[in-house]
């Protein structure tokens, strides 16, 4: 057995829940010039020099940010259509099936939220948010314990990865089927294959069992959890 400190270490109760996640939302503003984005800045988070060479700007927790939060959303400029090779601030959004909504373009900071400084990881020890769809708008989601001083970074894909000279090279199967801009169409903690528990990922027939060894919950191929009448939800079980 593995005891998941993070579970009673890492946790804010203070803060909102939403489906599974805690929440912190942009902070809203009337200011209408290129000062529009940091004003969109939560508390405890900062703005200043990245940690990444030549990476300009960064977003760094200035306090204990618990896994499985979810920031945002990403804000910009909305258009049906996207011309050009040049992905550095966009993202797509879809209907459930795969049809093209519309697109975000964060590069106007008279329109952006603060997610637009969040730098790309250069290794999967970096990379400490996953990106998801949720009501067909853009979240960054905390994949695990943020400590104070952390710069948050993620993945954001293969082709704006290589731009950067970066390539993912582990023979991880399962990493690789998960790495990349891998948004979630619809209900944030599920996806079919995969269940998604404290921000992490997790594989079909995978079990989370609680501390009395007993009582446990196991991911199914939907990608929702299957749990004993002992406890409601996999929130409530803190090892595997």
Known sequence: MIYINECYKCFDPDLPVEHGLYVIKNVKTTIDNE?????????GFSVRQSTIPNA?????????IPSGTRLGPYDGTLSKQFHGDDWTY????AYRDGEIKHYIDGKNK??????RYMNCARTIDEENLN????????YYVTNQCIKP????????????????GLERTLDDDDYTEL??????????????????????????NQEFVHTDNVNKCEC???????CTDAHASVEAICTY
């Open 131 to 138: 990106v998801y769809q949720y009501n067909y708008e853009i």
């Open 220 to 226: 199914h191929m939907t990608g929702t959890w299957n």
């Open 149 to 164: 001083g952390t710069e948050l970074l993620i993945w954001y894909g293969d082709s704006y990865g290589e731009s950067l």
């Open 56 to 64: 300009g700007l960064g977003v760094f927790a200035e306090t204990t």
């Open 35 to 43: 000062d529009h984005v940091l004003a969109t800045l939560p508390q």
């Open 110 to 115: 008279e329109k952006a939220s603060w997610l």
């Open 90 to 93: 966009i993202f797509l959004v």
């Open 179 to 204: 790495s990349g801009r891998n948004i979630v169409v619809g209900i944030m903690n599920t996806i079919k294959g995969y269940c998604f528990h404290f921000g992490r990922y997790t594989k079909i």
